[in-house]
């Protein structure tokens, strides 16, 4: 079966929708913590980093993010198109796409499986997820 890759569109798409997700998770949780008189401004630091440093990671090794479902697409090991990512392989990738920025994607259009960097590094490929009639 040969695997569909997104385009750098749809995997920028997923990303800003991840993003947004992010925003109003932090909204919430510091309005959770508003309604407590003199929470520690220990429980927000934990919780902004705990949201970014926790939530695509995670998400990944159970095929993708928000954003990835959303555009209908997912990550996979390179090696097994169909196999998902382990939390290693999750963390690599993350901290890999973290330190690189928008530089991880520009390796897109220069390979087969239109890996970025963070997918190279990480030994994964995202591809489009297939509907059952096709």
């Known amino acids: 079966m040969e695997h569909k890759y997104p385009s750098l569109s749809e995997r920028i ?46 998400a990944m090794t159970f095929g993708g993010s928000m954003g990835n479902y959303a555009k209908g697409i997912r990550v996979r090991k390179f090696n097994s198109g169909l196999e998902s990512i382990n939390i290693l392989q999750a963390y690599i990738r993350y901290f890999v796409k973290i330190a ?21 590094a990480a030994a994964t490929v995202m591809i489009k997820k297939y509907n059952k009639q096709s």
């Open 100 to 120: 690189l920025g928008w530089l991880s994607f520009l390796t897109i259009n220069m390979n087969t499986g239109r890996r970025a960097v963070h997918d190279l």
């Open 13 to 58: 798409q997923s990303m800003l929708i991840d993003q947004v997700l992010i925003v109003v998770l932090m909204f919430a949780f510091a309005s959770m913590l508003d309604q407590f008189e003199n929470s520690p401004d220990w429980i927000r630091i934990v919780l902004f980093f705990g949201i970014w440093g926790v939530y695509e990671p995670i």
